[in-house]
Nanobody
């Protein structure tokens, strides 16, 4: 059984930082590109960031570029998202996802939402003063 379990979400003040984690079971983690997708209240899901199977390539949404950093630890089969300078607009449920294919365009973009094969249940991030 494949499981992706996110953690690390909580309420934080604007300007604060959080690190999200996603532990993966049941698949060959090293073979999968990984990503973070979020969904804010009343809005559609949007891709936040993705990382290639090797970790060599990453891509970020323009809204988080320079503030968020995605990384992976294959020995721990864990995906991370370091989020700094958080803004109210970052409030959302954050999901991790996995797909067994290279990142599109050699890492110039992330897979479409429909292309992700496995999803976690999400962790809530709330940025509020």
């Amino acid at each position: 059984e494949v499981r992706l379990v996110e953690s690390g979400g909580e309420m934080v003040h604007p300007g604060g930082s959080l690190r999200l984690s996603c532990v993966v079971w049941g698949l060959n983690f090293h073979d999968y590109a990984m990503g973070w997708i979020r969904q804010a209240p009343g809005k559609e899901r949007e891709g936040v960031s993705c990382i290639s199977w090797s970790g060599a390539r990453t891509h970020y949404a323009e809204s988080v570029q320079g503030r968020f950093t995605i990384s992976r630890d294959d020995a721990r089969t864990t995906l991370y998202l370091q989020m700094n300078s958080l803004e109210a607009e970052d409030t959302a449920m954050y999901y991790c996802a996995a797909v067994n294919k290279p990142l599109p365009g050699g890492g110039s973009s992330c897979p479409l939402l429909s292309e992700w094969e496995y999803w976690g249940q999400g962790t809530q991030v709330t940025v509020s003063s």
